[in-house]
């Protein structure tokens, strides 16, 4: 009796996992569905609240066609929003199109040769893309994409494709509430589009009329998204690999691979008219990307690494450029200035900027700061052109190759404010020469004292006494003690002298002819409050090594 008790124990305990499955229509096997779409499949056997699909078998079909979770008619005509995900084998997979939608998580097994393979049948259409104007509304009355994950994959473009573009986020043509928001792109590889790897499209003009924020309505945008480990090459002749156009925020891209069809040099056949970045409006607007933050980007074998037209807040932390005409251009979108974009650290190999290129071009642009750049080039070429170059802070720039031109000093655009003391070695000033400002530059050095030294001169006219009073600010005296004197006539000369010093912030000149011009300069040592506390040290000793 024990013995057949024990072995219903165990045969319910083994069948339980069998039985839990096939009552888990949420877990569904597209191998038992061969003869059905991949559609048909979230149609009809997927819950209403979704379900995880596995087409990672051998015998799974490998045609995913088109894919769009929430086009679903459910008895009554209710149109229900699926949360779907499905996982790839290391197999390529034919795909029409996949509309992004709440939710939809597609998992390959990795982007390498061997990995997973999306491979478009659909010429010139994008293998992915959000809802447009004729696709179903979800069911809360909109088109937003929101948790959108895809890792893992190849994406292959239709081969002879003209403008293809792998990912078409266009949250324009559908006017409100759309676009793709806390979504994440992951190991993915793009191949062969022409015209473009991805596009993030969001409105370039605010307000729009279309929207009414009383009914909860906006302008479409893509926001708070994430791309990790991108790499992307260009066909000859396609566009660029990312291309973020308007109303765009908050958009990181961390190890980002963007590369041009040059292989290890400037492509030239054809000339390349893209940039493998390009971040901007080409038609104008007041809304333009914002809040866009790339780390350990490579960008190389184009004519241009990455260009700006009017895009505010972007960062580039640690990039590396190689086999470029052109750095980074920052050009004149027309409304908007280029205003905040910060690459810090970048290394730019000695092929980037050869000949006529440049390191950044700035034209338009405010608070821009080029901080730290490694640049292994003989050169140097020239670090910042165009016409906002002058609005360009250049920090510490460094020539690996170049041993007359290690290490350079900053150079900063602006006012600079510094709270405490600035100790140097020597000082300047340099400023467009002033009877050739084209062709030369004109320097001086600075005035050095060991003591604070304030300096303060001007020219006064006799009276008909043959004296003069001189009126100083009336803070002189707050500010200076042990006064210095210096006076010199101008076309005669005089028995001048200081009739009275420094009193009341006034001194006095006697001892000359009425109408005499007398040149004055009278110095002080400051005495305020901050410059008693902290006298410079003339003399001091090392630290001890």
Not at 335 to 347: C, M, R
Request: aromatic share 10%.
């Amino acid at each position: 009796m024990n013995f057949w008790k024990t072995f219903l124990l165990l045969f319910l305990v083994s069948a339980a996992p069998v039985i839990a499955q096939q009552q888990n229509t949420g877990v569904i096997y597209a191998d038992q569905y061969t003869t059905m779409s991949y559609q048909d499949i979230v149609n009809k056997v997927c819950p209403p609240e979704g379900c995880i699909i596995f087409a990672n078998s051998a015998n799974a079909s490998k045609n995913l066609g088109t894919i769009d979770t929430v086009a679903i008619l459910q008895p009554g005509n209710v149109l229900v929003s699926k949360v779907v995900t499905i996982y790839l084998g290391p197999y390529t997979y034919n795909v029409d199109h996949i509309i992004l939608r709440k939710g939809l998580k597609i998992i390959g097994m990795g982007a390498s040769d061997t990995g997973t393979q999306l491979q478009s049948t659909n010429n010139n259409f994008p293998l992915f893309k959000l809802p447009g104007p004729s696709d179903p509304l979800d069911v809360k009355g909109d088109k937003i994409a929101s948790d959108v994950y895809l890792y893992g994959f190849r994406m292959l473009a239709f081969a002879g494709n003209t403008f293809q573009v792998a990912m078409y986020l266009d949250a324009v043509s559908v006017p409100c509430n759309t676009g793709v928001w806390h979504s994440t792109f992951e190991d993915l590889y793009l191949q062969g589009f022409m015209g473009a790897g991805f596009i993030f499209s969001g409105t370039a003009t605010i307000p729009n009329s279309s929207c009414n924020p009383g009914a909860n309505q906006f302008p479409g945008i893509n926001q708070f998204l994430s791309l990790r480990n991108i790499w992307a090459t260009r066909p000859p002749g396609g566009g660029p690999n990312l291309r973020i156009e308007g109303f765009n925020g908050q958009i990181d891209c961390i190890e980002c691979h963007m590369d041009g069809w040059g292989q290890g040099a400037v492509p030239t056949n054809p000339a390349d008219g893209w940039a493998n970045i390009f971040i901007g409006n080409l038609s104008g607007g007041n809304q333009t990307p914002y809040s866009i933050h790339f780390v350990n980007l490579t960008s190389q074998g184009a004519a241009t690494g990455v260009q700006i037209e009017g895009a505010r807040h972007v960062t580039f932390i640690g990039s590396h450029h190689e086999a470029l005409q052109n750095g980074y251009l920052l050009s004149d979108e027309g409304t908007v200035s280029n205003t905040d974009i910060l690459i810090e650290n970048a290394f730019f190999a000695g092929n980037v900027a050869s000949g006529s290129g440049f390191i950044l071009s700035a034209n338009n642009a405010v608070g821009i700061t080029l901080s730290t750049p490694l640049i292994d080039a003989p050169g140097p070429p020239p670090i910042v052109t165009g016409t906002s170059a002058a609005n360009v802070n250049v920090i510490s720039p460094f020539w690996n190759l170049n041993s007359s031109r290690k290490q350079l000093a900053t150079t900063i655009a602006g006012d600079l404010t510094v709270n405490g003391r600035l100790t140097k070695t020597t000082g300047s000033f340099t400023i467009d020469h002033p009877l050739d400002p084209e062709h030369k530059n004109l320097s001086h050095s600075f005035v050095e004292s060991p003591d604070m030294k304030n300096v303060y001169d001007g020219v006064a006219v006799l009276d008909r006494n043959g004296k003069a009073e001189i009126k100083l600010p009336e803070w002189f005296q707050a500010l200076n003690q042990d006064f210095r004197y210096q006076l010199s006539c101008i076309g005669a000369s005089a028995p001048i002298y200081i009739a009275q010093g420094v009193r009341n912030n006034s001194f006095r000149i006697a001892g000359g002819r009425p109408g005499l011009r007398v040149s004055w300069q009278v110095t002080g040592i400051r005495h305020d409050p901050y410059a008693n506390a902290n006298r410079i040290r003339v003399e001091e000793d090392k630290p001890s090594k």
